[in-house]
Nanobody, 127 residues
Framework: QVQLVESGGGLVQAGGSLRLSCVAS????????MGWFRQAPGNEREFVAA???????TYAGDSKARFTISRDNAKNTVNLQMDSLKPEDTAVYYC?????????????????????WGQGTQVTVSS
């Protein structure tokens, strides 16, 4: 069983920054591909960013220009640095883990590919 706990959400003005963190339980965190998703009211949960075991990353849409995903295996943590935030970034942000063997360079962008989810952290961007 893997437990994921997100933190770092909050209220920020448009153009501001937030850094989300997700701490995972378990001694094999370094073997998990990780991802961030978000869900706004009335919308489906959507992919934001993902990172492979080796640290390769991918992003959705314009997130690539404004967000940075990183991992610290020594601290069992995956982070999402979000800059130049926009009101449309307002959502609950979820951390997710692929807790099964995968290649070091694989990352995952689809919800069904993930095995474990955190409870989410609210990000609100005011205009």
């Amino acid at each position: 069983q893997v437990q994921l706990v997100e933190s770092g959400g909050g209220l920020v003005q448009a153009g501001g920054s937030l850094r989300l963190s997700c701490v995972a339980s378990g001694r094999t965190f370094s073997m998990y591909a990780m991802g961030w998703f978000r869900q706004a009211p009335g919308n489906e949960r959507e992919f934001v960013a993902a990172i492979s075991v080796s640290g390769r990353s991918t992003y959705a849409g314009d997130s690539k220009a404004r967000f940075t995903i990183s991992r610290d295996n020594a601290k069992n943590t995956v982070n999402l640095q979000m800059d130049s935030l926009k009101p449309e970034d307002t959502a609950v942000y979820y951390c997710a883990a692929v807790a099964r063997p995968s290649g070091d360079n694989f990352y995952y962008t689809r919800r069904y590919e993930y095995d474990y989810w955190g409870q989410g952290t609210q990000v609100t961007v005011s205009s």
